[in-house]
Structures are given as C-alpha cells and as structure tokens.
C-alpha cells in the first residue's frame, strides 16, 4: 500500500538538515527539528487549517507539562523522571514514519515496526540510546505504571487541544472527546477530563 505524504509546515526537513553534522547528538538534535514541523494529521483531516494546526512537537511539550503537573499532583508513587523522559520521547518514532493515524489504514503492526525502525535510528547512535529505545518501547507496551499514565495523558492532551479549538470556533471535535473518554481510565485523570469536556463551547 503506497502511504499519503505527511502534511507539513514549509521549510526543509529536521530529518534532511542532519546530513554531514559532525556528531551523533547534532544530528539526532536536529532530525528532532522535523517534528516542529509535521502536523499533527488527525487534526487536519477535522478540518483544522494549517495555519492553526498543532506540530507534532508542540504535542509533545503538552503531554510533557501534564506528567509534571499532574504526576507532583495525582501521582506520588510513579516514578517521575522515568515518566518526564518517556514523555519526551514517545513520539520520536515519527521523525522518520510520520503521523500515521487510522485513516491512512496502516495496521498497528506495521506502524509499530515504522516508528521502531525510525526511533532507531534516531536514537541508536547516543551514547545512552539503548536506554532510551528501551523506555520508548515501555511506553509501546503499555504494560508497567508509567507507560499506562502516559498513554492515558497522551488522550487528555488531545481532549485539551480539541477543547481549544473548539473555543476558538473552528470545529466541531466531539469524535476526539469520545476517542479520549474511552482511553482515559484513571479517576483523577477522568476528573480532568470531565473538567476539559464542561469546557467545551455549547452547542
């Protein structure tokens, strides 16, 4: 299947401009720079104009203020900097296979595959990249403490963001409010939420 090029802002590409840098930190550095760049594409397909459109990387800072914020407040146990640095890498898997979303029709699978092939390279080059491919795929798996909280705050910032765009007018995002809904399974995360949801402009 041939896979739809990823929309994003003008400019050369974070993943291009690495070529020839003189060290693997530069270079993983500035293949980073493409994620300021793509669009994060769930939101163009609802109709969000380019110019209003959240980067992937600005998607990320967002998940990355909630853990802090929310783990000080809601979460004494977790382990907060394992959660903070799992946060600022989970979406580096698409510097290379882009913003794969479900209606681009890719299997959970192959996109998986993707993003490991591309956080990868990415990542393999550092000094500590094996520790850090290594918490990306905790974060995959899903399975300990941290991983399940951040998968659960990945959706509450994309309710958080849809809530934004709806009070600024442009669109009518209930389809996100329920996809997070569904995610969202903690009660001081799901009291978030309800806060979020009252937020959101009458109809």
Same mark, same amino acid.
């Given at each position: 299947? *041939? ?18 840098? /003189?060290?693997? %930190? ?17 939101? %163009? ?5 380019? !110019? ?23 979460? /004494?146990?977790?382990?907060?900097? *394992? $959660? ?12 290379? #296979?882009?913003d794969i979303i479900p209606a681009d029709g890719v299997s ?7 993003? *490991? ?28 403490a941290e991983a399940r909280l951040l998968r659960e705050l990945?959706?509450?910032?994309? #309710? $958080?963001? #849809? ?9 009518? $995002?209930?389809?996100?409010? #329920?996809? !997070?809904? *569904? !995610? ?20």
């Amino acid at each position: 299947m *041939k896979r739809r090029k990823m929309a994003m802002k003008g400019g050369i590409p974070g993943r291009r401009l690495s070529a020839g840098l /003189p060290s693997a %930190l530069l270079k993983s550095c500035m293949e980073f720079n493409h994620l300021k760049h793509l669009f994060r594409q769930g939101w %163009l397909r609802a109709g969000i104009t380019r !110019a209003r459109c959240e980067t992937v990387a600005e998607h990320t800072l967002g998940v990355s203020l909630l853990a802090l914020f929310l783990a000080d407040e809601h979460f /004494p146990k977790i382990n907060k900097a *394992k $959660l903070l640095r799992m946060a600022l890498l989970h979406d580096f898997g698409e510097i290379y #296979a882009g913003d794969i979303i479900p209606a681009d029709g890719v299997s959970l699978a192959r996109k998986h595959r993707l993003e *490991k092939t591309s956080i990868r390279k990415v990542l393999g080059r550092l000094p500590r990249g094996r520790q850090y491919l290594a918490l990306w795929q905790e974060f995959e798996d899903g399975r300990t403490a941290e991983a399940r909280l951040l998968r659960e705050l990945d959706r509450l910032e994309m #309710a $958080l963001q #849809a809530c934004a765009y709806e009070r600024e007018g442009l669109a009518d $995002l209930s389809r996100f409010f #329920a996809s !997070a809904d *569904k !995610a969202v399974t903690s009660p001081a995360l799901r009291k978030v939420l309800r806060n979020i949801q009252r937020a959101r402009p009458r109809r």
